[in-house]
């Protein structure tokens, strides 16, 4: 029997504003899961034709799956949102790219049959829980890693520092301004407004307020205040606060569904599933991995990198985008990556990450009729890549 795939399109995508990890963060107060409610409720209020029964399953990356981020958050979420109890969930974890993975895992899902309409997401308190929280990692992974810097992540971006010193400091420190410069931009001209779900926080001293701006940017970035910055990870080292991503508490979410069913519901989806591809690498030098995974997921395209109008990567460390820009044949400051900035200034708030790429991109496309293609790519501790190639359906 011959089976066909079906096409899968994206119809919504939110995010949480993202808040600094710790204290004095903007969601301090505020639990993971209910960040990931939030998004749930804002994506059936946006979308009316979409009622909470079509969700088939509700799959979200979430990187450390202890406490409030544990016990399958993916099945609590639509229980959260008072959805009901027939909408099953899961939870996904490839770290950095736990949500890029459930966009991923949804999008199988519903090329083959299995589901129509699916909610999809990434959630990440790293104030909560932070990095690497109860973690018990196997003796023997270490050596099997490539040794101690396979778990730092910082030290994995000074490894390719070490490795390719044609990739300098002030390249990565040039190259992270640019991005605070773009994500000002941005935000002056309120491009990040659409895709923020406003959420009322009660902060430590009782005082309630609407969170709906990003904590991390720092638009007055200069060359000569990252230059000031003394390496965070190792001495005499490259990587800095000013070149590294930071630690951060955020959720973003899509909505996912076959062309068909949202042709059905006369909705106008905002891009098309092309193909998708994951990859590994030297875990000791973990930023470098999506070029293999880019290039797997052209390969399958028939693709290549000239046919990508719109680049969204992740910022996790300056250099390894670097690295990753330079073997796909794109220049550090190619017009079409990251236009609106990217994890350096806005943080990663791990999980997170991968569905806010996706959103940004639809957004993207959404302004820009005459691109055609855009790529959505992320590295992942432990050495991984994970690539997704989409197709503009706007305008
Ligand atoms: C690099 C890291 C250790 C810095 O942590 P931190 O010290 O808490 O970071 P902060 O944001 O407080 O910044 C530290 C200092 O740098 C300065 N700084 C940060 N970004 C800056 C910028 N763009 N321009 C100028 N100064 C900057 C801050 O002002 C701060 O100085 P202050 O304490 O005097 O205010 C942390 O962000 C980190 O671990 N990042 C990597 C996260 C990671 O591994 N993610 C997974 C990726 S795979």
């Not at 795939?5 to 995508?13: A, H």
């Not at 909408?87 to 519903?110: E, H, K, N, Q």
């Not at 590294?244 to 989806?269: H, I, T």
């Amino acid at each position: 029997m011959e089976k066909k795939l079906n096409e899968v399109v994206v119809i919504d995508g939110v995010r949480t504003a993202f808040g600094k990890a710790g204290e004095k963060g903007i969601f301090w107060t505020t639990r993971a899961d209910d960040l990931a409610v939030a998004l749930a409720k804002a994506l059936i209020q946006r979308n009316p034709r979409v009622e909470p029964g079509m969700v088939e399953d509700s799959i979200w990356g979430v990187t450390n799956q202890v406490k409030e981020q544990g016990g399958t958050l993916g099945r609590a979420v639509p229980m959260l949102a008072d959805w009901g109890w027939n909408i099953p969930g899961c939870s996904i974890d490839r770290m950095c790219a736990s949500g890029l993975t459930a966009i991923g895992f949804g999008v199988g899902y519903i090329a083959t049959g299995m589901a129509e309409c699916l909610l999809t997401g990434g959630v990440e308190h790293m104030g909560h829980l932070p990095m690497g929280f109860m973690r018990d990692p196997h003796p023997r992974l270490q050596e099997v890693m490539g040794g101690p810097s396979a778990f730092q992540m910082g030290m994995t971006a000074e490894n390719i520092h070490d490795r390719f010193p044609e990739f300098t400091r002030e390249m990565a420190d040039r190259y992270a301004l640019s991005s605070q410069q773009k994500a000002g931009r941005a935000n002056q001209a309120g491009k990040m407004k659409p895709m923020i779900v406003p959420l009322e926080v009660e902060l430590t001293d009782g005082t309630r307020m609407v969170v709906e701006k990003d904590q991390q940017p720092r638009p007055g970035t200069s060359m000569e205040s990252l230059a000031a910055l003394k390496p965070a990870f190792k001495e005499n080292g490259r990587v800095t606060a000013g070149n590294a991503s930071g630690l951060n508490d955020g959720a973003a979410a899509v909505l996912l569904m076959s062309e068909r069913k949202a042709d059905a519901l006369g909705l106008q989806p905002g891009m098309r599933w092309v193909s998708s591809a994951v990859a590994a690498v030297d875990p000791t030098i973990m930023g470098t991995a999506p070029v293999p995974a880019t290039l797997k997921a052209l390969d399958k395209a028939g693709l290549t990198m000239d046919d990508m109008d719109i680049v969204e990567i992740n910022e996790a460390f300056a250099v390894q985008v670097l690295y990753c820009l330079h073997r796909l044949g794109l220049k550090a400051d190619d017009p079409r990556v990251n236009r609106w900035g990217g994890s350096l200034a806005f943080g990663h708030p791990l999980a997170a990450s991968g569905p806010r790429l996706v959103t940004f991109l639809m957004n993207l496309f959404k302004e820009n009729t005459d691109a055609r293609y855009g790529l959505t790519t992320m590295c992942v501790g432990r050495g991984q890549g994970y690539s997704i190639i989409w197709e503009n359906i706007q305008g």
